[in-house]
């Protein structure tokens, strides 16, 4: 028994804890949600958060930060709606450019020493510029087929459920359990011994950016398939959200410690913040302190959980 | 000789070349129209830069981590609570100021006790800090565009010898931050723990008074830009500081300033500033549309910051 409530079993259930409080005050508050509709309705938008939180959870793990993800969704999400959508061969070839620019953008980094913080803020404005320029005014039209893959309604389970359980699924196997990917983690807990072993810091800088590329423009195109049409506007503060949300998730700023499953617990967490928030009839103008009030308050538990653990 | 040579040295260097250099195309471009108006707007705006990247330069001092990322929501707070305690009645402007400046001491107590007590980095509890500041303007504000008392507009926007005079008040204000950088027992401290916090800590600092000063002064900056800001843009907006949050940041780096901590300049700060308001108003004349501008304004940064930094990698 003691072993089952250790602080650390309790640290890791911190995060699914967290989200099915949430849930639970919803379904008491409005019991309406607890459908498959209601169910839908709560957490379409939490699949584009949880792609963008494991973008940013990839380079968290090798002690960087990226402040340019919600500019770089953004830019994404307007090239789906525009040349993905009119000219399918030019729409994949920049979304494949902006995965490799991130890669370089990791080379860069890495090879010049430079702080990513900076890095990523003046990159930033490049996203943000670049979707101005591909959309200068809200628009554009989703392509059929993340379309009607964002609105799929499997029996039973809704969608939303399954994709967040695929994704966490996915990337917790490969970044957590395959070869490749202690390595990866290898180089955000202690890169100078992972050096010495013969790898490549500059690789595996590169492959963890290229990989929050990617699940940045998967998360670009989730969203689109959601809304419908775009705007340069429409994804900025994704850059806060997914670090909030790999945070809550139970992911460390240093030490290559995270975990891709609370990273999208965390995600459902903070998208489900906002719902809960009007569901409580509390004034609108509360709903973004709510998220940081449900940061702050997850954070102090984990605190409690540590000082515990400690006095062991 | 040698001089010369540590002049080239000096890491405010950089910041001032690039100001230097873009407003001389800017002034190319234009033959020469203008070019003292733009200086004059752009010694005003930079000056709105310096007050908040003063406060963010010390923090960031701190060492690896340490960013005020609430500063955006605390000068929208600081703006919007003194613009509604006023009313636009010239009487109340000391109490207006004071509520500012009391605002942005709060924001920077919550901010340290979060860091101190929840033991979370500082950019999660100050990111944190911040939706609730956030929201709590937006409850205050009710959308409404208080007016600013006409003796804080005309002090904002007036003009000596054609120079701003809220230029020449955040050049002393900036003279203030290096004396105190440089020459007192807390700036050295700051240095000394951005260098290495336990070391500072051996040698009898008092680190963790130290960063509570340091990040209530840094949001007590904040409130008092979003006090002048405000009166300068004809009252509070939600979104008056949003842009503030990036550039803090980016002035406190392109002028000279080591993000990794223990190493900082005051009159990087005015450079900087100066130069990311003239390349704006270059890409601006030279009639780059928004989205251009913002790509070649973060290419540059970037730029900037690969010219300056220099370092490989040590292994």
New interface residues.
């Given amino acids: 028994m003691s072993a089952l409530l250790s602080p650390r079993v309790l640290r890791g259930l911190l995060p699914p804890l967290s989200l099915a409080a949430l849930l639970i005050a919803i379904f008491w508050l409005q019991p309406r949600t607890m459908s498959y509709f209601g169910l839908n309705l709560l957490l379409n938008l939490a699949v584009p958060i949880a792609l963008a939180t494991i973008a940013q959870m990839f380079i968290l793990c090798v002690n960087e ?1 990226d ?1 340019s993800i919600g500019g770089f969704v953004s830019l994404v999400a307007c090239i789906t709606a525009t040349w993905l959508h009119d000219t399918p061969l030019l729409g994949i070839a920049a979304l494949v450019g902006l995965i490799v620019a991130y890669a370089l953008l990791g080379a ?1 980094i ?6 990513s ?3 990523t ?13 591909v959309l ?1 005014t809200p628009g554009g039209k989703a392509p059929e087929y993340i379309r009607s893959l964002m609105t799929l309604k499997p029996s039973l389970v809704p969608f939303p459920i399954i994709a967040s359980v695929v994704i966490a699924g996915v990337v917790h196997l490969f970044l957590m359990r395959s070869a490749v990917g202690t390595v990866l983690r290898g180089a955000g807990g202690n890169p ?1 011994s992972l ?1 010495r072993a013969g790898w490549s810091l500059l690789k595996i800088k590169m492959s963890m950016f290229a990989l929050a590329g990617f699940f940045g423009v998967l998360s670009g195109m989730a969203l689109v398939g959601l809304t419908t049409s775009a705007d ?1 506007n429409i994804a900025l503060r994704y850059t ?1 959200l997914s ?2 949300g790999v ?1 809550l998730g139970g992911g460390e ?1 240093v030490g290559g410690r995270v975990s891709p499953i609370g990273a999208v617990i965390g995600a459902m967490t903070l998208a489900l913040a906002g719902s809960f928030l009007s569901f409580l009839r509390l ?1 609108p ?9 449900i ?2 308050v997850v ?2 538990l ?2 409690l959980i ?1 000082r515990s653990e400690a006095k062991r | 000789m040698k001089r010369l040579a540590s002049l080239l040295k000096q890491p405010w260097l950089w910041a001032w070349g690039g100001a230097l250099a873009v407003w001389l195309a800017t002034a190319a471009y234009t033959q020469g129209q203008g070019s003292g108006q733009v200086l004059s707007a752009a010694l005003t705006f930079g000056a709105f830069f310096v007050i908040v990247a003063l406060g963010q330069m010390f923090v960031i001092t701190l060492g690896p981590g340490n960013v005020d990322l609430s500063i955006p929501a605390c000068m929208t707070l600081a703006g919007t609570v003194s613009m509604k305690a006023m009313e636009g009645s010239g009487a109340m402007l000391p109490i207006g100021l004071l509520l500012a400046l009391a605002v942005g001491l709060v924001v920077g107590g919550v901010n340290y006790t979060l860091i101190r007590l929840l033991r979370i980095p500082p950019i999660i509890a100050t990111l944190s800090s911040s939706f609730i500041f956030q929201s709590a303007a937006i409850w205050w504000n009710r959308g409404l565009r208080v007016k600013p008392p006409t003796a804080l507009a005309d002090f904002a926007t007036a003009k000596v010898a054609g120079i701003p005079v809220i230029a020449i008040a955040v050049i002393l204000l900036a003279a203030c931050g290096h004396v105190l950088l440089t020459r007192t027992v807390y700036g050295r401290s700051v240095v000394a723990i951005g260098q290495n916090m336990r070391a500072a800590h051996l040698a009898g600092i008092k680190v963790e008074r130290v960063r509570a000063a340091t990040y209530m002064m840094c949001a007590t900056l904040a409130g008092l830009c979003g006090f002048l800001l405000a009166g300068f843009s004809g009252g509070a907006a939600l979104n008056m500081g949003e842009e503030y949050l990036l550039s803090s940041i980016a002035v406190v780096v392109i002028g000279g300033t080591s993000v990794a901590g223990g190493f900082a300049n005051v009159p990087g700060l005015w450079g900087a500033a100066l130069f990311l308001f003239l390349l704006v108003t270059m890409l601006n004349t030279m009639g780059a549309g928004a989205g251009l501008r913002m790509v070649l304004t973060g290419l540059i940064i970037i730029g900037v910051i690969v010219a300056a930094s220099g370092g490989k990698r040590r292994t």
């Fill in positions: 930060l402040l860069l890495h090879i010049r020493n430079l702080p913080i900076v890095v803020l003046g990159m930033s404005f490049v996203w943000l510029g670049l979707a101005v320029l200068p100078r050096e340069a806060l670090i909030a945070i700023f004034n103008d509360w709903q973004i302190g709510a998220q940081g009030a940061l702050i954070l102090a984990r605190v540590s």
